[in-house]
Nanobody, 122 residues
């Protein structure tokens, strides 16, 4: 399995930006599709974005046009650039890795990070 460590979370005002990073180790990073999920208090974990091994991307409707997922295989890192943040984006954000070609469901991801908190104040 690949080990994943997220960073970059924090407190930001509505309309602001944050960039999350997820560093991978232990396996060949380029072999994995990568995804970001989030979980707000009292809610189920939900899909945010994913990027395939070939750099194809997919986004949840709630973040499309505001968030951008990217990857740097040389640095074994996947990023989530979050712009125009809203209070409803407040959640713990998780990075995940999958051997599937273009996954969006959490059950398709076999490796998970510990999460990083993002809090957006109004």
């Amino acid at each position: 399995q690949v080990q994943l460590v997220e960073s970059g979370g924090g407190l930001v005002q509505a309309g602001g930006s944050l960039r999350l990073s997820c560093a991978a180790s232990g396996r060949t990073f380029s072999n994995y599709a990568m995804g970001w999920f989030r979980q707000a208090p009292g809610k189920e974990r939900e899909f945010v974005a994913s990027i395939s091994r070939g750099d194809s991307t997919n986004y949840a409707g709630s973040v499309k046009g505001r968030f951008t997922i990217s990857r740097d295989n040389a640095k074994n890192t996947v990023y989530l650039q979050m712009n125009s943040l809203k209070p409803e984006d407040t959640a713990v954000y998780y990075c995940a890795a999958s051997f599937d070609i273009f996954p969006t469901e959490s059950r398709r991801f076999g490796s998970w990070g510990q999460g990083t908190q993002v809090t957006v104040s109004s």
